[in-house]
């Protein structure tokens, strides 16, 4: 197994040469595995999907800690922490977050501008920057050098704001994020607009963007990294649900003629 400066050190690797990459998301140790056995070159977890795997629409930061855990110590490949909020509104208490992400195995993690709360989805502009200079300070005093996210969520809570989400993403990049991110952009052409708004690498999530973008349009528009957020757990789930109501509706089972391999399987746990 490669050290954990070395995952980092190849993380970073990732992001300095020339185009695009993918970085799927698995939402436990198996799915790690199956990913890597496909050659992906790094994995980044989901809150999303660890949620559904437990039933709850939200998950603690001590359970996504421990689900990173068990991705990190599932494969050789590095491995970036969706940390959601990073579980507190204050920056200092956020911030340490980044060291148990790396105690966890993680190379990488992000810390958001969403506050988890309905009623304010958004922290005002200047407790998110400081929320993010903390972040950063936190992850500078690790042994290795670990990749910090910065995420601008205004278009996955109804604020259609453009302006501000650049602001934002320029502001975490003046505070020293490594990677900016915006979940919710849909079309090429914004998109474009705002990766050009920014020098740092960009991390497009494919949950919410157009379906039919594909890697040589995204490259070609300066996005760095790719992403599926819980796109893939849902779509499992979208499987699953099929299954159930063809047992349920009409007492049928011709789902087990497209079930996994299970040599591929089995291959890929070792």
């Given at each position: 197994m490669r050290s954990q400066m070395e995952k980092a050190e190849a993380f970073r690797a990732l992001h300095a040469r020339p185009g695009a990459f993918i970085i799927p998301n698995p939402w436990d140790a198996g799915t790690a595995k199956?990913?890597?056995?496909?050659?992906?070159?790094?994995?980044?977890?989901?809150?999303?999907?660890?949620?559904?795997?437990?039933?709850?629409?939200?998950?603690?930061?001590?359970?996504?800690?421990?689900?990173?855990?068990?991705?990190?110590?599932a494969t050789d490949l590095p491995v970036s922490a969706d940390l959601e909020n990073c579980g507190a509104d204050d920056p200092n208490t956020a911030a340490k977050a980044m060291a148990r992400a790396a105690e966890a195995g993680a190379v990488g993690g992000s810390i958001e501008d969403s506050t988890r709360d309905p009623r304010k989805p958004i922290y005002d502009f200047a407790l998110a920057v400081e929320r993010v200079q903390a972040a950063v300070e936190a992850a500078r005093k690790l042994p290795f050098p670990f990749t910090l996210t910065a995420r601008a969520e205004n278009f996955l809570h109804d604020r259609k704001d453009l302006d501000d989400t650049i602001k934002r993403l320029q502001a975490f990049e003046a505070a020293g994020a490594d990677v900016l991110y915006s979940p919710g952009l849909y079309d090429l052409e914004t998109i474009r607009t705002v990766v050009s708004s920014v020098g740092k690498p960009f991390n497009l999530v494919m949950g919410f963007a157009d379906p039919t973008l594909t890697v040589p349009q995204l490259s070609d528009a300066g996005v760095k990294r790719i992403s599926v957020g819980g796109a893939m757990e849902r779509y499992a789930l979208a499987a699953f649900l099929k299954c159930a109501r063809e047992m349920k509706e009409r007492g049928a089972f011709t789902f087990v003629r497209e079930m996994a391999p299970i040599g591929e399987v089995r291959a890929a746990f070792g």
């Open positions: 199956l990913l890597a056995a496909m050659g992906f070159e790094a994995l980044a977890t989901t809150s999303l999907g660890l949620a559904n795997t437990l039933g709850s629409r939200t998950v603690s930061l001590d359970a996504i800690i421990e689900n990173c855990r068990a991705i990190a110590e």
